[in-house]
């Protein structure tokens, strides 16, 4: 059969090379947003700031895609002051591809947590030269540029970049367009404290632009609106697995209707409602008789008729 495969394969070479070699992404483009900030790219956002002693780009694009070397070379025709800064939204390889092309004249910023994930994963990205743990201040010469770390929320590395001055806040991952799902699912993501840091940036002062890593600009009440369907969706899978329902019976239980008008909806609530079990699976414990996880849970560990904690 993998003969026969490899054979077709072959046949179709030219084919197979164009799906694989270059991925029918959208072409990158560049929007001003503010007098110093940026917004460009194609599939994913990314953004950059000018001030007049540098350039801070934040995010490279997808691999493959070629955007980071174009927005170089569109860097270098449109400025004549040099990237000093790349900064790193977070370690995933679909925001960060490419970003070694500036490290000619660049030094990569990323969150401390960061690191580990880029050099075991092998990203193909510039390797952080400065990380820090809580907030640190860009000066790009007239403009400043405010990192922050809100805890664990979308891995534990995702910051939010901030340019107070011009009201815009960079926020890949965290957030889309309006009324919508961020994520396909929830797998790395910390809920408790995701909630927490989703009301904080909907309250946040200087901040009228909101850009996401992925679809529209939009602004602050995203953030609201994603807390609200977080929260929703913890403690209505949490009342669940309390009364004992096994996730099968969570999935036709837990419909989240009241929240289908939002983005994604169709496409993702299946997969978050399943990645929010598997999260409140680890957060409780349930008391004696409350279900059958342990040994359940998801491929089966033999706890079976031995006392856990004191053995046969
Ligand atoms: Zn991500």
């Given at each position: 059969?993998?003969?026969?495969?490899?054979?077709?394969?072959?046949?179709?070479?030219?084919?197979?090379?164009?799906?694989?070699?270059?991925?029918?992404?959208?072409?990158?483009?560049?929007?001003?947003?503010?007098?110093?900030?940026?917004?460009?790219?194609?599939?994913?956002?990314?953004?950059?700031?000018?001030?007049?002693?540098?350039?801070?780009?934040?995010?490279?694009?997808?691999?493959?895609?070629?955007?980071?070397?174009?927005?170089?070379?569109?860097?270098?025709?449109?400025?004549?002051?040099?990237?000093?800064?790349?900064?790193?939204?977070?370690?995933?390889?679909?925001?960060?591809?490419?970003?070694?092309?500036?490290?000619?004249?660049?030094?990569?910023?990323?969150?401390?947590?960061?690191?580990?994930?880029?050099?075991?994963?092998?990203?193909?990205?510039?390797?952080?030269?400065?990380?820090?743990?809580?907030?640190?201040?860009?000066?790009?010469?007239?403009?400043?540029?405010?990192?922050?770390?809100?805890?664990?929320t979308h891995?534990?590395?995702?910051?939010?970049?901030?340019?107070?001055?011009?009201?815009?806040?960079?926020?890949?991952?965290?957030?889309?367009?309006?009324?919508?799902?961020?994520?396909?699912?929830l797998?790395d993501a910390d809920i408790?404290?995701s909630?927490?840091?989703?009301?904080?940036?909907?309250?946040?002062?200087?901040?009228?632009?909101?850009?996401?890593?992925?679809?529209?600009?939009?602004?602050?009440?995203?953030?609201?609106?994603?807390?609200?369907?977080?929260?929703?969706?913890?403690?209505?899978?949490?009342?669940?697995?309390?009364?004992?329902?096994?996730?099968?019976?969570?999935?036709?239980?837990?419909?989240?209707?009241?929240?289908?008008?939002?983005?994604?909806?169709?496409?993702?609530?299946?997969?978050?409602?399943?990645?929010?079990?598997?999260?409140?699976?680890?957060?409780?414990?349930?008391?004696?008789?409350?279900?059958?996880?342990?040994?359940?849970?998801?491929?089966?560990?033999?706890?079976?008729?031995?006392?856990?904690?004191?053995?046969?």
């Amino acid at each position: 059969m993998s003969v026969i495969r490899s054979l077709f394969c072959v046949i179709l070479m030219g084919l197979c090379a164009a799906a694989f070699g270059q991925r029918n992404l959208p072409a990158p483009t560049i929007d001003q947003l503010t007098e110093h900030v940026y917004r460009y790219g194609g599939l994913t956002n990314g953004a950059f700031i000018v001030g007049s002693e540098g350039i801070a780009v934040v995010d490279g694009q997808t691999c493959g895609s070629g955007g980071t070397q174009w927005l170089k070379d569109q860097l270098a025709e449109r400025f004549d002051v040099p990237v000093k800064y790349v900064i790193l939204s977070h370690d995933h390889e679909m925001h960060i591809c490419g970003l070694e092309v500036f490290a000619d004249t660049a030094r990569a910023v990323a969150h401390v947590n960061a690191k580990p994930h880029i050099i075991r994963e092998g990203r193909r990205t510039l390797v952080p030269e400065i990380t820090f743990d809580q907030n640190m201040q860009l000066d790009l010469g007239g403009i400043e540029v405010d990192l922050m770390w809100l805890g664990p929320t979308h891995t534990d590395n995702l910051i939010q970049v901030h340019v107070p001055s011009e009201g815009v806040l960079i926020a890949v991952d965290f957030v889309r367009e309006g009324k919508a799902l961020a994520m396909p699912e929830l797998r790395d993501a910390d809920i408790a404290n995701s909630i927490k840091a989703l009301g904080y940036l909907g309250r946040m002062e200087n901040v009228d632009i909101v850009v996401p890593g992925h679809g529209g600009i939009t602004d602050q009440q995203a953030f609201i609106y994603f807390r609200d369907y977080l929260q929703a969706l913890r403690d209505r899978v949490l009342e669940q697995m309390v009364a004992g329902k096994e996730i099968e019976e969570i999935l036709e239980i837990v419909t989240m209707e009241d929240f289908s008008d939002y983005g994604w909806f169709h496409q993702w609530i299946r997969s978050n409602v399943i990645t929010m079990w598997e999260q409140m699976y680890h957060y409780r414990e349930p008391t004696e008789g409350g279900g059958r996880y342990e040994s359940e849970f998801p491929i089966g560990f033999p706890v079976g008729e031995v006392d856990k904690f004191n053995g046969p």
